[in-house]
């Protein structure tokens, strides 16, 4: 899920593959079927694989459900009460902290998620090429309660009370307000890791929710969405994913799958910065910062064409053949 985002409900994550497509194939097929053993969620259940071997596309057992179209292969409903046991949790771990946290209703969650790569009044296109991924293009230093709340979608997740509540702190109590919410990472919140499908920047009250929700495969940073696993190993995308990486390539940049890319740019960023405030960064860091900027709104701008070029037709013609009157 760290592709450029398309809709308010669909990201997907693509794998790139090796040379060997029967052992890429047959890695994905075990990944789906050690998913449908090992979640605890009751609505992610996965269609039979077909022989990999024989090269043909996933075939759906009828009298299994399909994964859910939401993020972690949730359905709809499932992805509801992750949300609100989730705020649930973090609002019972901060009060147990002494500290008071109000919990997210899911419509206000959902926009945080859907916040991510958009701001208002620009298309995806125009994002790319003001803000990239909005990662170090974006990086303040500043808690995202304490950043622009129409470009921040961890301060969008966290809803308008839970701003005021941190904003009326003293300083001191704003910085272990934040490190008993988040941890480390004060913009890895609930509703970020939940929409990217990448929980290991969370910390605190968050995390300690998120690990009573979700299993450990899917805390783990390798998992892949039992959906994205189905579309990822029909041999058309297959195909597709070897030319997308060729024009990453192309463009001069050395990504082999967009998974790789928005891990990198933020480890970069945290290298650069140690997590001090923009305006306390030293000259050198500074002039790093800019040039790392500039690099991810041209990798974004290439990122967005060979996903136009390659991934989008072929990923959505999969999709719904998988999910043809699919009702979750």
């Given at each position: ?20 497509l029967r ?16 979640s605890r ?95 170090a293009t ?191």
């Amino acid at each position: 899920m760290n592709a450029i985002h398309r809709s308010a409900q669909k990201q997907s994550v693509r794998l790139v593959v090796g040379q060997n497509l029967r052992q890429n194939l047959l890695l994905l097929g075990l990944m789906v079927m050690l998913l449908a053993g090992c979640s605890r969620m009751s609505d992610v259940r996965l269609p039979a694989a077909s022989d990999p071997a024989n090269g043909a596309a996933p075939a759906v057992d009828n009298n299994a459900p399909l994964p859910g179209t939401e993020e972690f292969g949730l359905s709809r409903q499932g992805l509801v009460e992750a949300v609100e046991k989730g705020e649930a949790l973090i609002a019972e771990c901060m009060k147990e902290a002494g500290f008071e946290y109000i919990p997210v209703d899911y419509n206000t969650f959902r926009r945080g998620m859907t916040s991510d790569k958009s701001a208002p009044g620009l298309g995806e296109n125009q994002y790319a090429a003001q803000y990239g991924f909005g990662i170090a293009t974006l990086y303040t230093g500043l808690p995202p309660q304490l950043s622009e709340p129409s470009l921040t979608p961890a301060a969008v997740g966290l809803g308008e009370q839970n701003i005021r509540i941190f904003r009326n702190l003293s300083s001191a109590d704003q910085v272990a307000y934040n490190r008993t919410l988040f941890g480390e990472h004060t913009n890895a919140t609930f509703a970020v890791g939940l929409e990217t499908e990448d929980f290991s920047r969370t910390g605190g009250c968050t995390r300690s929710a998120i690990a009573q929700i979700f299993t450990q495969e899917q805390l783990n940073t390798s998992y892949l969405n039992p959906k994205d696993a189905l579309i990822a190993a029909d041999p058309r995308m297959q195909a597709a994913l070897q030319k997308f990486a060729q024009c990453l390539h192309d463009g001069g940049f050395a990504y082999n799958s967009e998974r790789e890319i928005e891990p990198d740019l933020r480890r970069r960023v945290d290298e650069i910065t140690k997590g001090q405030p923009l305006e306390a960064l030293a000259a050198d860091a500074r002039a790093t910062l800019t040039a790392l900027q500039e690099e991810e709104r041209a990798l974004a701008v290439s990122t967005l064409s060979c996903e136009e070029q390659y991934l989008d037709r072929v990923e959505s013609q999969i999709e719904r053949e998988l999910y043809s009157g699919y009702q979750g």
